[in-house]
């Protein structure tokens, strides 16, 4: 008698991004100049020296992610391009200057290293709200409360693999000359004058963001 034939396990492919029916993944930020983006790379260099489980984030991709939205569908996305400038528009432009380094959620357990900005954070947290309370008029699910919103550029995402004596490597570099050098010795001065929404794509080398509408403040 014949043993019945297993059923071939079939790999799923993930969907085309680039298909007209797929969802596009997007976010909401503040983009970086090339001043932040030439220090992001210095900082990256010294901490890669350590041959750490990281994926670093190309500098020339930093941003500071005012809301993230995720997987949305195509019709959807033109509702929010069309619905956010108005709203936007009503803020005044404003400064931030690059801070000190810090990890998510702490150093026991590192899972995202960033460079923190400090500034007219006032005015940026309530940009962060009004735009929140916009989207939320839009039916979009987001985080309107300023007291959960810490601002941040990401520098690299910590690996799974990575060992238990990550956290300490971690602080002490954060705190080493060459660091400290690089990040609070030198400042970075960023002049909010827009907000850009984006879509990301997925890719072997990492995330390819692409602008589809840009913002001014007004005031």
């Given at each position: 008698?014949?043993?019945?034939?297993?059923?071939?396990?079939?790999?799923?492919?993930?969907?085309?991004?680039?298909?007209?029916?797929?969802?596009?993944?997007?976010?909401?930020?503040?983009?970086?100049?090339?001043?932040?983006?030439?220090?992001?790379?210095?900082?990256?260099?010294?901490?890669?020296?350590?041959?750490?489980?990281?994926?670093?984030?190309?500098?020339?991709?930093?941003?500071?992610?005012?809301?993230?939205?995720?997987?949305?569908?195509?019709?959807?996305?033109?509702?929010?391009?069309?619905?956010?400038?108005?709203?936007?528009?009503?803020?005044?432009?404003f400064?931030?200057?690059?801070?000190?380094l810090?990890?998510?959620?702490?150093?026991?357990?590192?899972?995202?290293?960033?460079?923190?900005?400090?500034?007219?954070?006032?005015?940026?947290?309530?940009?962060?709200?009004?735009?929140?309370?916009?989207?939320?008029?839009?039916?979009?699910?987001?985080?309107t409360?300023?007291r959960?919103?810490?601002?941040?550029?990401?520098?690299?995402?910590?690996?799974?693999?990575?060992?238990?004596?990550?956290?300490?490597?971690?602080?002490?570099?954060?705190?080493?000359?060459?660091?400290?050098?690089?990040?609070?010795?030198?400042?970075?001065?960023?002049?909010?004058?827009?907000?850009?929404?984006?879509?990301s794509?997925?890719?072997?080398?990492?995330?390819?963001?692409?602008?589809?509408?840009?913002?001014?403040?007004?005031?």
């Amino acid at each position: 008698m014949r043993r019945p034939k297993k059923p071939k396990f079939k790999k799923e492919r993930p969907p085309d991004q680039y298909a007209v029916d797929t969802g596009w993944r997007l976010f909401i930020a503040l983009p970086m100049p090339e001043a932040v983006q030439q220090q992001i790379t210095g900082i990256a260099a010294a901490l890669g020296e350590h041959d750490w489980p990281v994926r670093w984030v190309a500098a020339e991709s930093s941003h500071l992610t005012l809301h993230f939205l995720g997987e949305t569908p195509p019709e959807r996305a033109e509702l929010l391009r069309l619905g956010l400038g108005q709203v936007i528009a009503r803020h005044a432009p404003f400064s931030l200057f690059t801070g000190d380094l810090g990890v998510f959620p702490h150093l026991n357990k590192p899972r995202v290293l960033w460079l923190g900005l400090t500034g007219d954070t006032d005015q940026l947290a309530a940009l962060h709200r009004d735009i929140g309370r916009q989207l939320l008029e839009l039916e979009f699910e987001t985080d309107t409360d300023t007291r959960r919103f810490h601002p941040h550029i990401t520098l690299g995402r910590v690996r799974d693999e990575a060992p238990g004596s990550l956290g300490a490597e971690i602080g002490r570099a954060f705190d080493s000359p060459q660091v400290r050098d690089l990040v609070l010795d030198v400042p970075q001065r960023i002049e909010v004058g827009e907000v850009v929404l984006v879509r990301s794509f997925l890719e072997r080398g990492g995330a390819r963001h692409e602008p589809i509408a840009r913002y001014p403040l007004r005031g």
